[in-house]
């Protein structure tokens, strides 16, 4: 027989950090969709990377936008059918695949750039100042 267990000792779902660390995110998505056209989020973060850092290793590229191996491929897939990046053999690592952004990737990034942050923007607009650049930095410490 179960039991009996006081309100403050039940699980309590939307108090959990999973949920709503989910919740949040599912926010975040559909906001940056309705701000950035044509580009979801990771597809953004890709291109973001890569205007950082020119031309970058698929396996390095999915490491610096926290995605997996066969997330990214498809993102970089996407990307180049998008006319957005190149990719090609590396000369010192055949075993490796460059990608790099094409000439309309750079220029498609510079235009969503700002639409990215009003997104941002959105997304944190119920917090102060001070309460986003905490939030900020506590999600820093939770990765």
């Known amino acids: ?40 989020p990771t597809q953004f973060a890709a291109l973001a990377r890569l205007y950082e850092f020119e031309s970058l ?9 926290a995605m997996d191996s066969a997330t990214i491929k498809g993102v ?7 006319g957005l990046v190149s990719s090609r053999p590396d000369l010192n690592d055949q075993r ?5 952004l094409t000439e309309a990737g750079a220029a498609t990034f510079e ?17 102060s100042a001070e309460e986003a650049r905490l939030f900020e930095v506590l999600l820093g410490k939770l990765v």
Not at 10 to 22: A, D, K, P, T
Not at 76 to 82: F, N
Not at 96 to 100: A, G, N, P
Not at 114 to 127: D, V
């Open 57 to 65: 290793s698929q396996n390095k590229l999915g490491r610096l936008t």
């Open 76 to 82: 970089v897939e996407r990307l180049r059918a998008k």
């Open 111 to 127: 235009r969503a750039e700002a639409q990215a942050q009003m997104a941002r923007a959105e997304t944190m607009e119920g917090l």
């Open 96 to 100: 490796l695949r460059l990608v790099e």
């Open 1 to 40: 027989m179960a039991k009996e267990r006081t309100d403050a000792q039940r699980y309590q779902l939307s108090q959990q950090v999973g949920f709503n660390l989910r919740r949040a995110n599912q926010r975040h998505v559909a906001i940056f969709a309705k701000h950035v056209e044509g580009l979801t």
